[in-house]
């Protein structure tokens, strides 16, 4: 929170700085939304499909895992009085072994999950970055914010002619979605 109000102090610093009024009417601003702009891709509902095929894969490994675990203790369970000590330490110790493996097995499937996401969405995040780059160009703009940031908005205000979304859409050859409707949902 504190974070914000200092970039917004930036911001606001850096828009009062005092240049000249024809420096500051110069200035071309446009914005887009990228995350609209990526959740439209055809690409991106595939990289979806892709990351929610692998985490159901891990997931069935994990269960299986568990499942082992869970056996293996609830025959040590039942045997426990009846083992020596040496084997009962023997036996506590493969189930804490088992424990760690889980553990590891986790950590290692999410970070595998990371860099999956990562190799898939870098290529669709590139492809909106030289969309935006010549959509600017093309409009001579200075300067094109993102509309949303960590699901907050960026802007609290922009004329709604400098927003350059459906053209970056448009460069990409996705279909806006249609908005006619949004503005009588009600919230949720």
């Keep these: 929170m504190h974070i914000k109000r200092i970039w917004l102090a930036i911001a606001v610093a ?3 700085l005092p240049i000249g009024n024809s420096a500051l009417a110069q200035l071309k601003v446009g914005y887009t939304d990228a995350q609209l702009v990526v959740a439209q891709m055809s690409d991106y509902r595939e990289t ?3 990351l929610q095929t692998l985490a159901e894969s891990s997931q069935l490994e994990y269960q299986q895992l568990m499942q082992k ?6 025959d040590y369970q039942k045997k426990q009085a009846l083992l020596s000590n040496a084997a009962r ?5 493969e189930l804490t072994t088992m424990q760690g493996e889980i ?12 860099e ?3 190799e898939l969405m870098n ?3 590139e492809r909106v970055q030289n969309a935006i780059n010549e959509v600017a160009a093309e409009q001579s703009l200075d300067l094109v914010i993102n509309a949303q940031a960590a699901g907050s908005p960026v802007l609290l205000y ?10 970056v859409m448009a460069r990409l050859g996705i279909e806006p979605p249609d908005t006619t409707g949004a503005s009588t949902a009600s919230p949720q």
């Design 123 to 125: 290529p669709l995040l």
């Design 69 to 74: 675990y869970q056996d293996k203790l609830a």
């Design 158 to 167: 922009a004329d709604e002619s400098m927003d350059i979304t459906e053209t």
């Design 89 to 93: 330490t023997t036996r506590e110790q």
């Design 116 to 118: 999956k996401e990562a």
């Design 14 to 16: 850096v828009v009062c």
């Design 48 to 50: 979806l499909q892709q």
């Design 103 to 114: 553990q590891q097995f986790l950590a290692s499937k999410e970070r595998e999950l990371e």
